[in-house]
């Protein structure tokens, strides 16, 4: 079965960086779609970040726009989240996820909607301190 395994979260203070990986194992990996979710205590889970099963193509919420990059390895069948400028409000648990997606064209954009996938892992607490 599809396993993601999120690791790299920590406390930081404001400004700070983290690295977030997820690593991926049990499917076929370069046909998956990939994403980051949060959730802070009290709050809905919202998307954070896609890309794509190449890799060429990615959305990023416009309040991590400019500060959180996400790439892929697909040869490692690993997700990453690199975290920059962090700010209190990024507090939270942060969440892989997976779906499998059909080709739709060189740089299709993958779902920033939860409801798009089907795989989760258990998360990793990022906590960002003023």
């Known amino acids: 079965q599809v396993q993601l395994m999120e690791s790299g979260g920590g406390s930081v203070q404001t400004g700070g960086s983290l690295r977030l990986s997820c690593a991926g194992s049990?499917?076929?990996?370069?046909?998956?779609?990939m994403g980051w979710f949060r959730q802070a205590p009290g709050k809905a889970r919202e998307g954070v970040a896609t890309i794509n099963r190449a890799g060429d193509a990615t959305l990023v919420a416009d309040s991590v726009k400019g500060r959180f990059t996400i790439s892929r390895d697909n040869a490692k069948k690993t997700l990453y989240l690199q975290m920059n400028g962090l700010k209190p409000e990024d507090t939270a648990m942060y969440y892989c996820?997976?779906?499998?997606?059909?080709?739709?064209?060189?740089?299709?954009?993958?779902?920033?909607?939860?409801?798009?996938?089907?795989?989760w892992g258990q998360g990793t607490q990022v906590t960002v301190s003023s």
């Open positions: 996820a997976a779906y499998p997606a059909p080709l739709l064209g060189r740089a299709s954009m993958c779902s920033m909607r939860s409801e798009s996938y089907s795989a």
């Open positions: 049990g499917f076929f990996y370069t046909t998956y779609c």
